[in-house]
């Protein structure tokens, strides 16, 4: 996202277009989700498609300038009772919050929904090969990324993409593993995947421990 908004909200890349088949992708993962609130809606490519795949949309963000359904922030999501939704869609959100809201955050969404989808921005710049055999759907795929391993956010200060990420996956508190571990008291992780489609995306796919049946 650019500082202007508005003019952000016009764009679309190759990757929205990736990002949302993936999120349809991953819903259909999850059994019996009919009810989404996707927290972030951005240019409303995620809604409008997943509306044309039959499920109930329901949009949530902090800033009216993307027409959301509701306007309110994602670590105070008062407004909605106890399981409301089937998902929760949290797609390059989570990294715009100050670390002292993302427990409550993660807490409120795992009361709100049964499952969550949650991607998280991958820091630096990324590298990629790829080879594809030309049988079956084989490929072979290698990534990496460049950017100060030793560099720590301190949680506080929007540091990254032009001062809106207040911290991003692989920077020092952030790797994977830290972020499983934020996860553990309110999700099951289902699956956990870098996009290999989208090198700048590590996705998350979890089912509150709230609501376990």
Known sequence: MTVDREAWRRELHLSNFVNTAYQLRDLETCAGVRRVLIVGPGQGLDAHV?????????????????GPDHVGSVHDMA??????????????????????????????????????????????????ARLYPGFGRRELSVAADVFNWLEKPDGMTP?????????????????????????AP????????????????????????????
Do not use: C
């Not at 715009?96 to 820091?123: C, N, S």
């Not at 032009?162 to 790797?175: P, V």
């Open 79 to 128: 407004r909605f009772g106890d399981a409301a939704f089937d998902a929760v869609i949290a797609s390059h959100v989570l990294e715009h919050l100050a670390v002292p809201h993302l427990d409550a955050t993660l807490a409120e969404i795992a009361r709100v929904a049964r499952h969550a989808l949650v991607y998280l921005p991958i820091a630096g710049r990324h590298l990629q």
């Open 159 to 183: 540091r990254y993409m032009q001062g809106q990420h207040f911290w991003e996956i692989g920077l020092r508190g952030f790797r994977v593993r830290d972020l499983l571990a934020r996860f």
């Open 186 to 213: 309110h999700f099951e992780v289902l699956q956990h995947y870098r996009n290999p489609d989208w090198l700048a995306s590590y996705n998350f796919v979890l089912r509150s421990k709230r609501h376990v049946r």
């Open 50 to 66: 997943l509306r044309w795949r039959g499920y109930e949309i329901t949009t949530f963000d902090i800033d009216e300038t993307f």
